[in-house]
């Protein structure tokens, strides 16, 4: 149990399709992330989410909108995705403090199949 | 352009040594980051090294050189739950994680 959830964790939708996928932690922390994980690639850094504020977002197609209503939700709203979107997309969350950078924590990823 | 590279695989032997190495050139340095994923599951955290030497944690250790821009991490004692994938990601000036696309490494009996 790693303290970060997501839902679904698997998830088939078409091109004309909309779906979201949800994450949630519990371990109190102040930063969350989006990342997608492709096979023998490296993982990619999609938004980061710091006390609620979005700080990044790394050239992500508009077809990916995230949203964070809370500093305990995080969520990625998905549309007209193309089949090369397919991927594991992970969620993460850390604790932010003054010099920046402690370890993230994961959530177990949801498989998505773009057909 | 910020890079990491390690092995896309290695195999070893239930019980013995291995050692994967992580080279990376990035923006700035605020520590380097290892990772284990089984397949299917999270990543989850290993390690952590700020400064030059070797953290040893239980039977894995991880040493970082940053004059030399390299990690390795050691795992002993080797077992079949080891199977796994290991990443390697290095925190850059800007406290972004760099990653690498991380080792498969397989354990034979």
């Known amino acids: 149990e790693t303290g970060v959830t997501q839902t679904p964790r698997h998830l088939v939708m078409g091109m004309t399709n909309k779906k979201s996928l949800k994450c949630e932690q519990h371990l109190g922390h102040n930063a969350m992330y989006w990342y997608k994980q492709s096979a023998k690639k490296p993982l990619e850094l999609m938004f980061v989410?710091?006390?609620?504020?979005?700080?990044e977002n790394n050239s992500v197609p508009s077809r990916f909108s995230p949203e964070c209503p809370n500093s305990s939700h995080l969520f990625l709203h998905l549309h007209t995705l193309q089949p090369e979107d397919s991927a594991l997309y992970l969620c993460a969350s850390s604790q932010e403090g003054l010099g920046g950078g402690y370890e993230q924590y994961f959530g177990p990823g949801t498989r998505l199949t773009v057909t | 352009g910020q890079n990491i590279d390690q092995p896309t695989e290695m195999t070893a032997t239930e019980g013995a040594i291995v050692q994967i190495n992580c080279t990376y050139q990035?923006?700035?340095?605020?520590?380097l980051f290892w990772y284990q994923q089984h397949a299917g599951e999270a990543p989850t955290f290993l390690s952590y090294?700020?400064l030059d030497g070797l953290e040893e944690k239980g039977r894995f250790s991880s040493f970082l050189s940053r004059s030399k821009g390299y990690s390795y991490l050691l795992l002993k004692e080797l077992q079949m739950k080891d199977s796994a994938s290991y990443l390697c990601?290095?925190?850059?000036?800007?406290?972004?994680?760099?990653w690498g696309a991380g080792t498969k490494l397989i354990i034979k009996p």
């Open positions: 990601a290095v925190m850059d000036s800007n406290y972004q994680l760099i």
């Open positions: 989410y710091n006390f609620k504020e979005q700080t």
């Open positions: 990035t923006s700035g340095f605020n520590g």
């Open positions: 090294n700020v």
